[in-house]
């Protein structure tokens, strides 16, 4: 490849993958005191996907890789590089995208997890996007996914009620022609990591009683708080690296964390509410996954078309957030 060509990274296939078990609010009332009327009025949530006992990360996104290839003529024998957004890996190690690259028998390609929650894929995308740019990599398979269900306290009507499982996988591959990455933009407030964190080794710094346990731990009126002021601004600061403004933004994909939180932020940013894509109505908070899982339904339902900008938008525990300006197709 001559050095003075400039390498843009583009999405080339998206597919997604969520389980067939089904957790409704119906099914929450009967484990904890709560109702669906109040689950769906303060997340907009009705059902979530839940993986089996012997289903973890690793197989829900072998499963939307498999979509991706089912639906999209690409291959993945040069894929270079693979990045998977997780914080609920099958194990501490090998990563999940060691397991990715065993199972689809990917030759020669680096490996590795990455864990900014539920801004995971957002910051994945981010990764690639830029290494693809910078020439180091032509070919890079991004995959988002979390088994949320693993790490749920389900006594805890206040977290139980939100999270689900799911993954989406999606090729970023060199472009010399049409950049599509037109903007990224990276925040951390890590002052507000005890608003939600998982327990583990060092809980007890916390001083929070499910040390070891591995449970995810939630104020969630910080962490609605974090987003729906910080979100907006982090928007703004990302629009403003470009010369675009929120009408020339087609769709607006956010991390489906809350419906009220997304609502929240459309109206902060002046973004019609519309032109919101979210996933958690039938799905519930997936962390890595919701983003992904939202595109692809755009895309499948035929909303999300080629030349179409979008802005992609994650944030979660850390405190972290990661927005990126897309052009599709
Ligand atoms: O993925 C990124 C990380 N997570 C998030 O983005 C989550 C952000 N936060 C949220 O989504 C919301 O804060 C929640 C959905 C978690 C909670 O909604 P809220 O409107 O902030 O409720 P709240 O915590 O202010 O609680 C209001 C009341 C409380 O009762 P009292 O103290 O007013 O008597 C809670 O005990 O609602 C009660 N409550 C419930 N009632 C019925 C909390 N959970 C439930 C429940 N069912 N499941």
């Known amino acids: 490849m001559p050095s003075s060509i400039t390498l843009n990274a583009r999405i080339s296939a998206i597919g997604s993958y969520v389980p067939s078990r089904i957790l409704n609010n119906t099914d929450l009332q009967a484990m904890v005191d709560t109702n669906d009327e109040w689950i769906v009025q303060r997340t907009g949530i009705h059902e979530r996907r839940i993986a089996t006992e012997d289903e973890f990360t690793s197989h829900l996104c072998i499963r939307a890789v498999e979509d991706m290839l089912a ?111 037109l903007a990224h933009y990276l925040s951390t407030d890590g002052s507000g990591g005890k608003h939600v964190y998982r327990t583990g080794l060092a809980s007890s710094l916390h001083g929070n009683p499910l040390e070891g346990q591995g449970k995810l731990v939630q104020n969630g009126r910080e962490v609605y708080r974090y987003a729906v002021t910080t979100v907006p601004q982090g928007i703004e600061k990302l629009l403003a690296k470009t010369a675009m403004g929120v009408k020339d933004i087609a769709w607006f994909i956010p991390h489906s964390a809350n419906l009220r939180i997304i609502e929240s932020i459309c109206e902060k940013s002046g973004i019609p509410f519309e032109q919101a894509l979210y996933s958690l109505e039938y799905y519930g908070n997936t962390s890595a996954a919701s983003i992904p899982l939202a595109l692809d339904m755009g895309v499948k339902e035929g909303k999300v078309k080629a030349g179409d900008t979008l802005l992609l938008y994650g944030f979660g525990g850390g405190l972290t957030q990661a927005g990126l300006i897309v052009r599709w197709g």
């Open 71 to 181: 639906h999209y003529p690409v291959q993945l024998e040069d894929v270079e590089l693979i990045i998977v957004a997780t914080h609920t890996p099958d194990l501490p190690f090998p990563s999940t995208a060691c397991l990715i690259q065993d199972h689809f028998g990917i030759p020669a390609t680096g490996a590795y997890d990455l864990n900014a929650t539920c801004a995971g894929f957002a910051y994945a995308l981010h990764t690639a996007s830029a290494l693809i740019s910078a020439g180091v990599h032509r070919k890079v398979l991004v995959i988002g996914g979390d088994t949320l269900s693993k790490i749920t306290d389900y006594s805890d009507r206040s977290t139980c009620i939100l999270f689900g499982d799911g993954a989406g996988a999606v090729l970023l591959e060199s472009e010399e022609e049409h950049p599509a990455f």
